[in-house]
């Protein structure tokens, strides 16, 4: 069943956290649907400018309406992820999203705040929910690159005047997440004194982490058993931190690098183990099992389970 993101924003804040999880295809759709099913835990459904561009928009939201029909009982909402103004017009004038991102972070403070204020009216003409984001992620995620000494923490008192000046409904904020496998490289972690600054700022407004993922060594290192190179030191966010955020207003969790890793390691032992083989349905099966646990296990973690 597909509801408003602000309905779901809600009801989890300060609560639980929402597993807003990025898909390119129809395997990792049925993943997340199914583990969010297993669980009874709604979920957020992303979709990146670069999915939409990989499949169309059309395909991915026939996916997603299937989905809708198969699995009845599960809460969603779709999402537009990292769109910039082109993007977010045309996802407005589709009709199809619950809610857009324009991420004008990298602009001017001035120049962010006119945009995003135009985005947000004409959202809000349509219904659409608008998240915004401050501050600059480093790492590197779909069209995103971003030199990490160049990654500047969201300001709080900015954060405030931001959210009143542009009206926008969320807000993604840079307290030490970055995009990718490689994150918290400086081994500083969350950030939890600007979040909860901006909690007493902003009391009840939701905040989003971009760049949640976990990245589990253990992925890493059977990865690289199967001929992968990714650095052993890359690191994801501390589970323990990641409570804690949400506890300061933390509503939306993005998790992509973790759905990626999963499909890596699947694919790449699949053409270790059975090199002979060529059929696209076994690693295809065996994926969508693993990432309907991963996002079960995901959002009893986030506390979102037992939701619906």
């Not at 395909?59 to 809708?68: D, K, N, R, S």
């Not at 253990?218 to 589970?239: C, F, H, Q, W, Y």
């Amino acid at each position: 069943m597909r509801v408003s993101i602000k309905k779901l924003y809600k009801e989890a804040y300060g609560k639980f956290g929402i597993g807003a999880f990025n898909v390119f295809n129809a395997e990792q759709v049925h993943g997340v649907f199914s583990g969010a099913s297993k669980v009874s835990a709604p979920v957020i459904i992303q979709l990146t400018p670069v999915a939409r561009e990989y499949l169309h928009p059309e395909m991915l939201e026939g996916i997603l309406t299937a989905a809708g029909k198969i699995y009845p009982k599960v809460t969603f909402t779709v999402h537009l992820d990292h769109g910039n103004y082109i993007h977010c017009l045309n996802a407005i004038e589709s009709g199809y999203y619950n809610s857009i991102m324009i991420d004008a972070s990298h602009e001017t403070f001035d120049e962010n705040v006119r945009i995003t204020s135009e985005i947000a009216e004409r959202a809000h003409a349509k219904g659409i929910a608008v998240e915004a984001e401050l501050g600059v992620l480093s790492g590197v995620e779909d069209h995103i690159s971003i030199d990490e000494k160049l990654a500047l923490y969201t300001d709080p008192q900015q954060a405030e005047e931001f959210v009143r000046r542009t009206g926008c409904d969320s807000l993604a904020v840079a307290a030490g997440t970055s995009h990718g496998a490689y994150k918290f490289s400086g081994g500083e972690g969350l950030q939890l004194n600007i979040l909860k600054e901006m909690q007493q700022r902003i009391p009840g407004f939701p905040l989003v982490l971009h760049g949640a993922s976990a990245v589990p060594a253990e992925e890493v290192n059977r990865i690289n058993l199967a001929g992968g190179t990714i650095s052993p030191g890359a690191k994801g966010t501390n589970d323990e931190e990641l409570l804690k955020a949400i506890n300061f207003g933390v509503c939306k969790v993005n998790i992509a690098t973790d759905m990626r890793l999963i499909w890596t390691r699947i694919h790449r032992e699949f053409f270790r183990d059975s090199p002979e083989l060529f059929d696209m349905v076994i690693p295809g099966k065996t994926y969508m099992n693993v990432l309907e646990a991963f996002v079960a296990q995901k959002c009893t973690f986030l506390k979102s389970n037992n939701r619906n």
